[in-house]
């Protein structure tokens, strides 16, 4: 009896270990699933945060402006699911490099790229990662995209080209005497090569005798604005990222000598030039957000993504240079407000 009651204590034990074991295994799996579901949730519920790391090449109005209207746009469409990393390369085409191989460790999701140098600086670092661009004239000239129309790799973004031909225009306008023009550039920039060969075209087709004036970097500006004020009624300036932040130097040699300076946009204006036919820094920068989100939202391919262009221009002048220089302004332009500059 003893023997037959040892024996069903002993089945009775077995069969409630192997039920423990078996909801022991139930719970886990059903966490699992849980664990899962949260997972799937978020996801659908859309909470993932875009890390994009933003090259700008060197502070200025123009490209900080740029800036502004990228992360306006993404944090009106994200809110709070996306982070910024914004880097400023100091101008220097090896911080370019370091800063783009750093997101690209990082994996970031996606790259804008403000300026030439820091889109051409990317695109070197990865071919991976999607790239936005913005404050470049002509994409193809940078070698990064095959066409503008069709960019074919994972480069896109938007383009600050002005129409130069309608600035050459409005120097015209403003300078009627004028018979040599100086375009003055950094010549390390290659936006502002494309840029010179197109106002050399437009100013030569009018009948205007144009000579280039080039500095490597800040530190051959103002010998070079001297020489080309002292040989020219007028100058001309693109939208060249090392000129733009020492528009004070070209005011300073410019104003005095009353050589006129036909700026290629809108903040190197308000500092130093006498007019311009401008697009909107912010604007094209803007749109360059939209695009980014295209991408990381809407799944765009930056290859199937033509380079968008500004669709306005705004014509300004600087009422003080305007002033100094006994210049009169037509009364369809617009004066740049100071505060502004």
């Known amino acids: 009896m003893k023997k037959v009651i040892a024996l069903l204590l002993a089945m009775s034990m077995t069969v409630a270990a192997f039920t423990g074991c078996t909801a022991g295994q139930k719970a886990s799996e059903e966490k699992k699933t849980e664990t899962a579901d949260k997972t799937s949730d978020k996801k659908e519920d859309g909470d993932k945060v875009y890390h994009i790391g933003i090259i700008q090449l060197v502070e200025h109005q123009a490209l900080d402006a740029a800036t502004e209207g990228f992360q306006k746009a993404l944090k009106e469409k994200l809110g709070d699911k996306v982070e910024f990393d914004v880097q400023n390369a100091q101008g220097e085409e090896t911080n370019c490099a370091t800063i ?21 600086s990317s695109a070197t670092a990865t071919s991976d990662i999607p790239i936005v661009g913005t404050s470049v004239t002509d994409y193809v000239t940078t070698g990064t995209v095959k066409s503008n129309d069709a960019p074919g790799g994972n480069v896109t973004g938007t383009s600050d080209l002005a129409p130069i031909d309608q600035q050459v225009e409005l120097l015209q306008k403003l300078v009627p005497d004028a018979k040599n023009v100086g375009i003055l550039y950094c010549s390390a920039e290659a936006n502002s090569v494309y840029q010179a060969e197109q106002a050399q075209k437009y100013l030569e087709k009018a009948g205007i005798t144009a000579k280039t004036y080039t500095a490597a970097d800040s530190n051959d500006i103002q010998q070079v604005v001297t020489k080309a004020a002292d040989e020219n009624d007028a100058i001309y300036i693109p939208t060249d990222n090392t000129i733009a932040s020492n528009m004070e130097i070209v005011k300073n040699v410019t104003v005095p000598a009353k050589v006129p300076v036909i700026a290629g946009e809108e ?9 311009t036919l401008s697009i909107s820094y912010e604007s094209i920068g803007y749109n360059a957000g939209l695009m980014a989100y295209d991408i990381l939202v809407n799944g765009k391919n930056p290859a199937d993504m033509p380079i968008q262009y500004a669709d306005d221009v705004t014509l300004k002048y600087n009422a003080d240079i305007a002033s100094e220089l006994g210049i009169e302004i037509p009364d369809d332009m617009v004066a740049i407000e100071k505060e502004d500059k």
């Not at 783009?100 to 051409?120: C, E, G």
């Open 100 to 120: 783009a191989t750093k997101f690209v460790n990082s994996n970031v999701d996606l790259i804008m790229a403000n300026a030439t140098q820091a889109v051409i």
């Open 267 to 275: 903040n190197m204006c308000s500092v130093g030039g006498l007019a």
